[in-house]
């Protein structure tokens, strides 16, 4: 087992190199970056960010700029002095294998930078914005799967029945259907859009929230997560629920289940005793893969029609804006911990069946 897993932690240095390394080479391609950016708001549409930028007013910028071709597009008419200025305060004054290699080692030791266009650190940025997706990604997760796993087993159990029918087309329907329509509906019918106001519309929290007696503030907390998650988990749920149902009817036909059977064991024993531990395998493996996603990427769309300021916004936003810091701290870090949560993932299935030989896998 140990060697198991120092293998693939050793392994993990190499898939975090390539991604990175895969990830800076798109962007050196990526029109317009925060240079061609800052060159762009030189035209006086944010001559505050380019004040923080280059040190310099606007009527300082007017005197320096002259006929010129930097190639950077956007750069015609600026000294090329001011341009080499920018460069140089986004980093770009060196060369792309220079910055990479120096991005990377800074990485190692945790030190991802500050954000372009925000004057905070890019993992103080984080850890701010981190709160919002772990309470969407944990609760929706939990949620999903201590209504699913249960549902599936009763479906497993009743297969073709019509509790069986009915269950599997609110299932179909509840995969089929988008999350954001889902939102966008809840927030019409019950955050006052055109009917009720039953339920709060932004944040985590009502405002006054660090006043509130304890019992309140948990309250508080659950109303506002209500819209968010249901939203979320709908897809989530109707996932779960079809893949422990598949999995406990795949068990419930292996011929183990048979002997059980014929030995006298009544059906709540096959299930619990043998067929469980067995089924579970795969939804455990599941499990890690479903946070992972919400927490990561799938809360994008819930966070901005719900006006929670998490990780997805950020990241999408970091994107949108190129920037870079932000970006690849967030790439470095989720790619990082996702591994982590791989072999997290494994490491549980020997928990749920000891029987599994980790020594001998190649990987």
Sequence with gaps: ???????????????????????????QFAPGGPVEQALANMTGQNSGMMERITGSDSGDLANQQQDGNTGYRGSQGLAPELVARIEKQFGFDKPPLERFFSMIGNYLRFDFGESYYRDIS???????????????????TLIAYAI???????KAMRDGSRFDVWTSTIIIIGYAVPGFLVAIALVVLFAGGSFWS????????SPGFDTFPWWRQVLDYFWHLVLPIFSMGLGAFATATLLTKNSFLDEIGKQYVVTARAKGLTENQVLYRHVFRNAMM????????????????????????????????????????????VVFATLYIFSLLGLVIGLVSDLTYMWVDPRLDFEGRNV
């Design 1 to 27: 087992m140990g060697a198991y897993i120092i293998r693939r932690l050793l392994l993990m240095i190499p898939t975090v190199f390539g991604i990175m390394a895969i990830s800076f080479l798109i962007t």
């Design 122 to 140: 890019v993992i103080d940025l984080i850890l701010e914005k981190m709160p919002v997706s772990i309470s969407l990604g944990l609760w929706m």
């Design 148 to 154: 699913s796993i249960p549902l599936g087993i009763a």
């Design 198 to 205: 039953l339920f709060p519309l932004r944040g985590l929290t």
């Design 282 to 325: 795969l939804i455990i493996a599941g499990f890690p893969g479903a946070f992972i996603g919400v927490f990561f990427g799938g809360s994008l769309l819930i966070e901005t029609i719900f006006l929670l300021d998490g990780l997805g916004l950020l990241g999408f936003e970091a994107v949108v804006n190129r920037d870079y810091p």
